[in-house]
């Protein structure tokens, strides 16, 4: 099989919303007028953001979660997507089942393969997403206001304990493991909680390197402060069983920066705290207060006790590793 049966095999399906889509130089598209364009490209390289033992189908989904989870975070509807694709070797059952998990997500969000470029190389996974939102709608990093409420949708830690079990610097139990590494190998993008907080959230960020470092990404452009409390660390719906059987001083860690975990983190005023809830309700996904923006700079993490802790929770930076 060459490179144009590959694609042909595993990557092209009739065009639905496209105008053109896989088969020419560009595939076209007809935005929907006076709708703005959400653009953002996230790659994923074997060793580093996956790891060789995930299957196929896991992967496929994965490297579409991450995607739609940056479209999540600004509040836009998913359209489209474009795949870059190195493969070491064309092999036909990797191809099936990368193809299906890609596309279940993709049917799940409505969002259509448009095209990409395929190669031969180290296993490595682009893609770029489109999505749409009304102008002024889009949720940014910078709009974060003092006195405004810290949410957090769904659970933090998962992924990075399950990262530790395959390093083997932490044992679990089997099942809550399987639990752990679904986390860490199919995160659920949180889309219609991103769009159904326009109007609602004043900031919002996908946790993808770690809770603290990525509340800090909004701090720095909001010109902000935060205090988080850690109460919710103790006993809360944001932390799993998997990590409640984690002794707290490493759940701690785990929780605020381990990465990986695709949720959304966003601010909102303290009068939207209706209406936060009604949004999560909603979305049939859990949403946890978890501090309140200050008017200084940085960020101060509290204990049980209300006692600041050190400041070790940095944030995943690819380059100090
Ligand atoms: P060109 O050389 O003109 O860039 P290619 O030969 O790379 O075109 O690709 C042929 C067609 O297949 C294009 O429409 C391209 O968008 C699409 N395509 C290539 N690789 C992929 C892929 N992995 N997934 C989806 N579409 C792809
Ligand atoms: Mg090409």
């Not at 889509?21 to 996956?50: I, K, N, T």
């Not at 530790?164 to 399987?178: H, I, M, P, Q, Y």
Request: hydrophobic residues 45%; contains cysteine.
């Amino acid at each position: 099989m060459g490179e144009f049966d590959l694609i042909a095999r595993y990557f092209t399906r009739p065009a639905r919303r496209a105008v053109t889509g896989v088969g020419d130089d560009c595939a076209l598209w007809q935005p929907q007028p006076g709708m703005q364009l959400a653009v953002s490209s996230d790659m994923l390289v074997e060793g580093r953001h996956f790891l060789s033992t995930v299957s196929p189908q896991r992967l496929g989904h994965k490297a579409l979660a991450v995607n739609l989870s940056d479209l999540a975070a600004c509040g836009a509807r998913p359209l489209a997507f474009t795949l870059a694709l190195s493969l070491p070797r064309i092999d036909p059952a990797w191809l099936q089942g990368f193809s299906q998990g890609l596309f279940m997500l993709a049917d799940a969000h409505g969002c259509e393969l448009i095209g990409g470029d395929t190669t031969q190389g180290p296993l490595n996974i682009c893609i770029t997403v489109f999505g749409e939102v009304p102008p002024g709608d889009a949720l940014l990093r910078s709009g974060a206001q003092a006195g405004d409420d810290v949410y957090l949708s769904g659970s933090v830690g998962d992924a990075r304990l399950a990262l530790e079990v395959f390093r083997g610097s932490l044992k679990l139990d089997t099942a809550l493991f399987e639990d752990a590494r679904l986390r860490m190998e199919m995160p659920d993008p949180r889309v219609a909680l991103g769009v159904a907080l326009r109007g609602i959230a004043n900031a919002c960020i996908d946790v993808s390197d770690g809770l603290a470092g990525d509340l800090g990404h909004i701090l720095k452009a909001s010109g902000v402060g935060a205090v988080l409390t850690t109460d919710w660390v103790a006993d809360s719906a944001a932390i799993s069983p998997a990590l409640q059987s984690i002794p707290m001083a490493r759940r701690l860690e785990l929780a605020l920066a381990g990465g990986d975990d695709y949720e959304l983190l966003f601010t909102a005023a303290p009068d939207q705290a209706p209406a936060v809830q009604e949004a999560a309700n909603t979305c049939d996904v859990s949403v946890t207060c978890i501090g309140r923006i200050t008017a200084g700079q940085g960020l101060q993490v509290l204990d049980a006790q209300g006692i600041p802790l050190s400041r070790r929770f940095v944030s995943f930076d690819h380059f100090s590793h």
